[in-house]
C-alpha cells in the first residue's frame, strides 16, 4: 500500500522529471537554431523592488526581436542568442551598451541603478556538466561546499563576481559559507539539483531579509546549453 507521504514524494519526482525534460529539450533547440559564431544573451533581476516576492512589475528586454523576461528579484531569464556585435538599449529606464563578441555567453545584471555586463561560462565538455555560482550577496567572500561531506567546491567568490569549474553529472545540494570567518560560518544550503552533461547549471546567492538564500537559475527562468 502507497502511502500519502510517498505517493507525493512520487508525484514531485514526476514533476522535477518533466521540467527537467523540458529543459534539456529547449536547450537543444536553442543549440540547433543558434547560427554560427552567435553571442549569448540574458538578463539577472536584482531590483530590491522585487525582492521577496514575484513582481508583476517583470524586468523586460526587448533586442532584435527577441524577448527578456524575468520573474522575480535573483532570477534570470532564459538565453537568448544574437548576432555578435554592438548594443545599445536601455532597460529598467538605465541606458546600457555594450559588446558582444561570438560564441561567448554573457550575464546582463540589473539592479535598482546600474546595469552591467558580466561574460559567462559554457559547457564545452559534453561528459560533465558546468556550476557557476553568482556573488550577489552583502559578503566579500563566499565560498561553497558539499551540503553533506562539507567538501570545498568554491573557496573564494568575492562579492559581485562568480566563478565556475566542470562537474561530473549527479543530484547534489550546497551550502553557502562566510569565507572571511574564521570557523566558515554557514549561511545557507541550496536546493538540490540535478547537474546534467554538457549542461551549465547557475546559482545565485542573493542577498535578504535574513543574510542570504539561494535560486537555481532554471527554477526560475533557465539555463540551457551554453
Avoid at 502511502?3 to 534539456?24: D, E, G, M
Avoid at 520573474?71 to 544574437?82: E, P, R, V
Avoid at 567546491?153 to 551550502?175: C, D, H, M, Y
Amino acid at each position: 500500500m502507497v502511502n500519502k507521504q510517498q505517493r507525493t514524494v512520487w508525484i514531485l519526482n514526476l514533476v522535477l522529471a518533466f521540467f527537467t525534460l523540458s529543459s534539456l529539450a529547449d536547450e537543444a533547440a536553442l543549440y540547433d537554431l543558434a547560427p554560427e559564431d552567435s553571442a549569448f544573451l540574458r538578463i539577472i533581476d536584482l531590483r530590491k523592488t522585487t525582492a521577496d516576492n514575484l513582481s508583476p512589475d517583470r524586468l523586460t528586454l526587448r533586442i532584435k526581436d527577441k524577448r527578456l523576461s524575468t520573474a522575480a528579484y535573483c532570477s534570470a531569464s532564459t538565453f537568448i542568442y544574437l548576432p555578435a556585435g554592438a548594443y545599445q538599449k536601455e532597460i529598467n529606464g538605465l541606458p546600457w551598451k555594450g559588446v558582444l563578441e561570438p560564441n561567448k555567453a554573457y550575464s546582463l545584471v540589473v539592479d535598482d541603478r546600474s546595469v552591467r555586463l558580466l561574460v559567462g561560462y559554457r559547457a564545452d565538455n559534453a561528459r560533465r556538466a558546468v556550476l557557476a555560482v553568482y556573488n550577489f550577496s552583502n559578503y566579500a567572500q563566499l565560498g561553497l561546499q558539499t551540503a553533506g561531506s562539507a567538501r570545498p567546491v568554491f573557496t573564494s567568490i568575492p562579492q559581485g563576481e562568480s566563478s565556475a569549474r566542470a562537474i561530473n553529472p549527479l543530484k547534489s545540494a550546497f551550502a553557502v559559507v562566510d569565507q572571511v570567518d574564521s570557523d566558515n560560518k554557514n549561511l545557507a544550503v541550496t536546493d538540490a539539483m540535478i547537474f546534467q552533461p554538457g549542461v551549465l547549471s547557475s546559482l545565485f546567492i542573493c542577498a535578504g531579509e535574513e543574510g542570504v538564500f539561494t535560486r537555481w537559475a532554471d527554477r526560475l527562468g533557465g539555463d540551457q546549453w551554453l
